[in-house]
């Protein structure tokens, strides 16, 4: 019986094999023209940062940068400086060159293991990785220091508002769900008495991205929320939106805090407009 069993299985798998059954033909590869580079450099501070360097192949003698700051969730799988890759890699093919980065937010399990006394250092210490992260972007051969932008999300949008105020190299920001104060997320989570938990408040106040990013102008801000955003609620991101100056824009979408393809498109046009891209590239 064993053996009829087996005769009859292997007849249906012979049958299976045969609907995989395809034509050969060319390989027919074909070069995109977009390289994508897995690169470190040195942080402001020591250590090396990761990195995806994005570009159009070839020699470059006027190209728009974007530097892309990835969000936190450590629930998803693009919690990590791959966030935006694809999208990067759409405005390389106009013409653009993007670097996408580590930080120390890229690790899922930083957060809970973080060092909640050193918060305020390790946020200092992140902006000026920013900053590094834009000597690199601008080192690269044929990038125009006078057409750079800056995406970010979540803490990519925070801590991106604390680097308008200190860095004037970026001619566009793009942010995405970001909060007014930093306590707001450093203290989910906690159980702290009333007074612990104001002195997290009052040693964060400092960096507290609504104070910083009217800095940005006269460099154009656009803000996006989503109205099911249960970490940025309503008010928040008016605050936000209310400190920013002109020139600037803001859109709720319907989503949460990750928000959706429509953000994705509404931003990418956007900076198709702000740093004159075309698709002729």
Known sequence: MRVKIFAVAALAVAALAQNFDYRKQAVDLHDTGIEVRDVTFAGASGGRIGAYLVRPSGDLK???GVLFVHWYDPESHDSNRSQFLGQAIDLAHEGAVSLLIDT?????EWFPRRNRNDDFKNSVEAVKDLRRALDVLLSQKGVDAKRVAYVGHDFGAMYGAVLSSVDRRVSAWALQAGTTSFSDWFLLGTRLSDAERQAVVDTLAPLDPVK???AAA????FLQFGNKDPYVPGPRAEAFFKAAKEPKKMQYYDAG????AKAVADRQQWLREQ???TAAH
Request: aromatic share 4%; no cysteine; glycine share 4%.
């Open 212 to 214: 910083h990013i009217a």
């Open 62 to 64: 006027s190209a728009p």
């Open 104 to 108: 120390m937010w890229s690790d899922a």
């Open 275 to 277: 740093l004159k891209l």
């Open 257 to 260: 805090h990750g928000l959706n």
């Open 218 to 221: 006269p460099a154009p801000v």
